[in-house]
């Protein structure tokens, strides 16, 4: 009975581990090819370093004068970046309602610059004095947490907590894009361009270069060249790719997915010793009944079935074992992500399969031997 417990909780620990590492990798696809709303490819963002009493006018500047580079095929500026973590959050009010938003300031074409879709409305425009006022832009979350029709958002006005003598008028509605990671719902954000409140303009911060994919090191070796001669001289170019600064979200994941395969690799090989090295061992105290039914006229077949039976309802019980385990805590950690696949059938299915294959591959091995015992050895004293 010993004996029987530890294989079947080797066998266990097995089936959570293939159930795991299976649910593991279709969540780590499922995030990989997610429509994020919006690309970062080729975006080289570079933060400013040195303290400027007006940054604005440094990023104007830097806009007009960058644009000469080769290589370079259009430049915006954003608060709101996707993987940079940096936001502010505050109250909008309507009426008698109030939400929490993400606001962000940005250039004209900022969104159109990382190709997030517009659902409704339109665009803000450089040349309409409103549009650097008192019009805005907001995304799906925050129409639907307001509760109205895209119709709707766009007649209200609302009131932004930072700024509440300002009527704010709502005059697009982009798609909703992800600007965290896959762990978090997105939230309502509102943009607007950044001369639009007198302290925002102060907060402009970096300046986003999109590259042609043509000559991508070429173009960011003359960025770096004019930044340290002409821009922020011995300070360091501290810049980055937003696609790849993104992706930094997922490593965490592709390193469970990877430990998670190592240690089913792992868990796998020990049972299956120890199955071989257990069904070794009854196997050989059952030789001389192998001997006597043989005998008798049984088909190697039936020998080979009668010893591996035993082990495989073993396999069977272990793997009826860990389905309850393996289902609470796998959907344990899928309740991480805000986007996440449902729980799968497959993985259960495929670790009774796989589990019942091994098991049958390794024993009847075994058992196939034991078919060939020398039949006067065993029957000589009877």
Partial sequence: WLRNGIL??????????????IIVNQQVKYMMNKDLGYSGKQILMVNFSEENPKPWLKYERLKNEMRKIQGISDISYGEVVPGNGRSSDSNMDYMDKSIQAQHGSMDYNYLKFINVKLKKGRWL?????????????VNEAFVKKFGWSDEEALKNIFHPGFDYQKDYHIVGIVK??????????????????YRETDWKRFDVYNIQLKIDPNDIDGTV????????KNVEPGYPFDSYFIDKKFAESFVKYQKQQTLFT???????????LGLFALSSLMIEQKLKDVA???TLGASNRTLIFGLTKQFLWITFIAVLISIPISYYLMNEWLKDFAYRIDMPVLPFVLSLVILLLLTFSVVSIKAYQATKVNLIKYLKYE
Avoid: C
């Avoid at 190592?262 to 299956?272: D, E, R, T």
């Fill in 8 to 21: 079947t909780l080797q066998l266990i620990i097995s089936s959570f581990f293939i159930i795991g590492s």
């Fill in 262 to 272: 190592i240690l089913n690799a792992m868990v796998l090989m020990v049972a299956l």
């Fill in 292 to 294: 006597i039914r043989k």
């Fill in 176 to 193: 909703d894009f992800n600007i965290r990671n896959l762990k978090t719902t997105i939230e309502p954000i509102v943009f607007f361009h």
């Fill in 221 to 228: 070796k003359r960025i770096k060249s004019y930044w340290q």
């Fill in 125 to 137: 425009d450089s040349k309409l004095a409103s549009d650097t006022i008192s019009n805005v832009l």
